[in-house]
C-alpha cells in the first residue's frame, strides 16, 4: 500500500485478464480509450519486436469482453510504432504513430489519423518534426499538449503545443535533455498543472517527475529513482495519480503503481500476469475500475491483454 498525496492509502487487486490480440507473431505497444460509449485499443502487428511489417490494428468492443476488429492501418515502405488514441474536442478521434523507414540508420515520422467513428480513418498526415517522435498527447483547454523526444543526436525531449491537434508548435525545445529522455506519460489537474511522467535510458536511467503550471515554460523535476519503460500515466476522479510502467528491478514486468508528485515517490501497487517483452499500457477509469491494455511475453508468444483492476481505499 502507498500512502497517496491526499492522505489516503491505495490496495489494488486484479480481477480480471483477457487476451484480445494475437493474430500477428508480435502483438504489442497498446493504447486504449472511451469513445461514443465503446471500447477502441490499438496496437501495433508485426513479425517481430522490430520489423520492418508493422501496421496499427484498431479493435472495438461494446462490453471491454468481446472485441472485433475496426480498422487496420498501413503506410508503404514504413513500420508504425507505439499508436496512441487521444479524443479530441470535436468529437472525434484522433491516431498518432510513428512511422520507421531506412535500413540501419532509420528516419521517424510522426503521423496522425483521424476518424469519426473508430472505423474509418482516411489517410495519415505526417505532423511534428523530422525525427522528434510525439510519444503522449492530451488536450487541455483549448489546446492538445505533447511530449515528443528526439531519435538522433543531441537527445532530449521537446514539449509541443497545437490548437488542432495537427499543427504542433514547440512551446519549450528542450523540456528535458540528461540521460536519454524518451517516453512520456503527460496529465493535467483540475487546478491546470501539468505532470509529466518521463523515461530515460543513459547515466542511472532513472525516470522523472515534471510539473508546470501556465503557460508551461518553466518545468520542476524530480528523480524518482527507479527505471521504467512505456510510461502511462492516469489521475483518477479523486485527484489519485496512478501510472501503469514496465519495471525492471530484477524482473521486466508491466506493474500498476500509485505516483505521490508532493514526495516524487512511485510505489508498485500490483504486478499484471506478465514477463520478458512486455508493458506499454492505456489506462482508462470506468465504472470504479481501472482497465488496463498492455501486452506481454509470459505466456510464449507476443499477445495484447486487458485487465481489469480494483482501487480500494
Not at 530484477?250 to 508498485?268: F, H, K, N, S
Request: charged letters at 25%.
Amino acid at each position: 500500500m502507498n500512502p497517496s498525496p491526499m492522505g489516503r492509502t491505495t490496495q489494488a487487486t486484479v480481477t480480471a485478464v483477457r487476451r484480445i490480440g494475437d493474430s500477428a507473431p508480435h502483438n504489442a505497444f497498446t493504447d486504449l480509450t472511451r469513445h461514443r460509449d465503446r471500447w477502441f485499443c490499438v496496437f501495433r502487428e508485426g513479425g517481430s519486436h522490430v520489423s520492418g511489417d508493422g501496421a496499427v490494428r484498431v479493435l472495438v468492443s461494446a462490453d471491454g469482453r468481446h472485441w472485433t476488429s475496426a480498422a487496420l492501418l498501413t503506410r508503404d515502405g514504413a513500420d508504425l510504432r507505439d499508436p496512441r488514441l487521444v479524443t479530441r474536442p470535436d468529437g472525434r478521434l484522433q491516431l498518432y504513430a510513428a512511422a520507421a523507414t531506412g535500413g540501419s540508420t532509420k528516419a521517424f515520422r510522426t503521423v496522425t489519423w483521424l476518424s469519426a467513428d473508430g472505423h474509418r480513418w482516411g489517410d495519415p498526415i505526417p505532423v511534428g518534426e523530422p525525427d522528434v517522435w510525439l510519444w503522449r498527447a492530451a488536450w487541455h483547454g483549448d489546446a492538445m499538449w505533447g511530449v515528443g523526444y528526439a531519435t538522433r543526436e543531441p537527445r532530449f525531449a521537446r514539449l509541443y503545443r497545437s490548437g488542432d491537434g495537427l499543427d504542433l508548435q514547440p512551446v519549450v525545445p528542450t523540456l528535458f535533455a540528461d540521460g536519454y529522455p524518451n517516453e512520456s506519460g503527460l496529465i493535467f489537474e483540475p487546478d491546470g498543472a501539468a505532470r509529466c511522467l518521463l523515461r530515460r535510458d543513459r547515466d542511472t536511467a532513472t525516470a522523472q517527475l515534471g510539473s508546470a503550471r501556465p503557460p508551461y515554460r518553466d518545468w520542476h523535476w524530480t528523480d524518482l529513482g527507479v527505471q521504467v519503460g512505456g510510461p502511462a500515466l492516469l489521475r483518477l476522479p479523486d485527484g489519485r495519480l496512478i501510472a501503469g510502467v514496465r519495471l525492471l528491478d530484477g524482473r521486466a514486468r508491466t506493474a500498476i503503481c500509485a505516483l505521490d508528485a508532493e514526495r516524487g515517490e512511485l510505489t508498485e501497487l500490483v504486478t499484471l500476469p506478465s514477463g520478458g517483452d512486455t508493458s506499454y499500457p492505456g489506462l482508462v477509469w470506468h465504472d470504479d475500475l481501472l482497465w488496463v491494455s498492455y501486452y506481454s511475453s509470459h505466456e510464449g508468444r507476443t499477445c495484447v491483454y486487458l485487465a481489469e483492476v480494483t482501487l480500494d481505499r
